[in-house]
Each structure stands twice: as structure tokens, then as C-alpha cells.
């Protein structure tokens, strides 16, 4: 199937970067916030100053996440200040946007050049990472990722494995500063998709999923 409509905040998100590169932090587990933080410090100390949208794991988790990243000193915005009726009011400056909202995730990892998988920093064994390679987004991987191990065998090219928040930050600023790596990366996923589609009854979701045997049952109280 095509990838997810992108939200309807889109359009705010080039004022919010102010030419600042996005990332997309997608399902972010609640003990992952450190790892993103240092790595955000990591990526400034290099020379790169990422916009980050950060879309946490748990629908609970909405509110200490943020209030977690704004104790760390960076500006804040939750989405929910983009409801509809606020897209015309003027945005305070941010460092941040917070996904606390639920369905939009799919769609918003096309607004960034870099995804970094969550559920793959903290011993989860990864989430969802057929949702950012649908966009074409290359995509960083922690080294917890048994439940997707098939998945990201058959990404070669655009997944890109990392060990801990200072090597998440190295890998995120090469591929923020070479488009060349990012169109390869884009490639490589579109080519993961093709390899999979045809005439099947299955969807190419299904058809991807049977690659990882070992996919752990989720947690029924998270949310998608």
C-alpha cells in the first residue's frame, strides 16, 4: 500500500526547523528520552542543530516525555497546539515537536531526512520500521532489534545500525550532511518494497512481517 498521508501540520514544520534538518524520533520509549537528548548535544557539538519530532511510544508517556525534554532544556511544542484551529496563530520558537496524538506517526516520518527507530535503544526489540522506510527515509537502528532482525536483514542500504546515543549521533550527522547517502538510503527502501509486491493476496506489510519469525507479541497497552 502507498505510505501514510503526511499529518495536517505539515506545512508548520519548515517554520518551526527554521532550516534547522529534521529528524523523527518514532515510538520512543519512556527510558530512550536520555539517549535522544545526548545525542541531540552530541550532533550541536558537531556542528548540526536538528529540529526533532519525537513521537512517544505510549499514549501516558505524552506528558512526561515532554516534560522530560523541557528539562533539558529545549523548547517544547506539543502538537496539540497545532489542533486545527491554532494553525493560523503564530508558533513559539522550538526545538521540538511532540507527537502527542495518536495516528500520525506514519505520515510524519516523511516531514524528516533522518528516522531513528524507537523500542531499539531500550531492550524492546524494536517497533515499527516499515512505517519510515515506506517514506524512503533512511532510518537508525539501536542494537535492540531481535523482533525486526528479517525486516532490516532485507533493508540493507537504508537502515543504519548504531550502538548508543554517541554513535546514533555520528551516523545521524553523515546522513544529514550527505543527500547522496540519504537518495541511496531511499533507493534501497523503495527497492525492499518492490521486491515484495506483485500478485499476492497478502499486503506487502504481511508479506515483510513473515520475514522476522521471532517478532515479539506487543504490549496491547501501547499505542500504534
Not at 29 to 44: F, I, K, Y
Not at 184 to 211: I, M, P, V, Y
Request: include cysteine; charge should be neutral; proline fraction near 8%.
Amino acid at each position: 500500500r502507498p505510505a501514510a498521508p503526511v499529518p495536517p501540520f505539515a506545512d508548520r514544520i519548515p517554520t518551526l526547523a527554521l532550516g534547522r534538518p529534521v529528524l523523527v524520533a518514532g515510538s520512543w520509549a519512556d527510558e530512550e528520552v536520555s539517549v535522544l537528548v545526548e545525542a541531540r548535544a552530541s550532533m550541536r557539538a558537531q556542528g548540526t542543530d536538528p529540529f526533532l519530532i519525537v513521537a512517544p511510544r505510549r499514549i501516558e508517556s505524552f506528558e512526561m516525555v515532554a516534560s522530560r525534554l523541557e528539562n533539558a532544556g529545549l523548547a517544547t511544542l506539543r502538537r496539540t497546539r497545532l489542533a486545527p484551529d491554532a494553525l493560523a496563530a503564530p508558533l513559539p520558537p522550538a526545538d521540538v515537536l511532540v507527537l502527542d496524538s495518536v495516528g500520525e506517526l506514519a505520515g510524519a516520518y516523511a516531514l524528516g531526512c533522518v528516522a531513528i527507530l524507537g523500542g531499539t535503544f531500550a531492550p524492546k526489540g524494536g517497533h515499527n520500521v516499515l512505517e519510515p522506510l515506506r517514506c524512503g527515509v533512511p532510518t537508525i537502528v539501536g542494537p535492540s532489534t531481535e523482533n525486526i532482525a528479517g525486516t532490516l536483514a532485507a533493508a540493507q542500504g537504508a537502515v543504519f545500525p548504531v550502538s548508543d546515543a554517541s554513535s546514533l549521533a555520528a551516523a545521524a550527522v553523515r546522513l544529514v550532511g550527505d543527500p547522496a547517502l540519504r537518495q541511496r538510503a531511499a533507493r534501497a527502501a523503495e527497492a525492499l518494497f518492490l521486491r515484495h509486491a506483485g500478485a499476492t493476496a497478502r499486503s506487502t506489510d504481511a508479506a515483510l512481517t513473515l520475514l522476522d519469525a521471532s517478532r515479539a507479541r506487543r504490549d496491547t497497552s501501547e499505542s500504534v
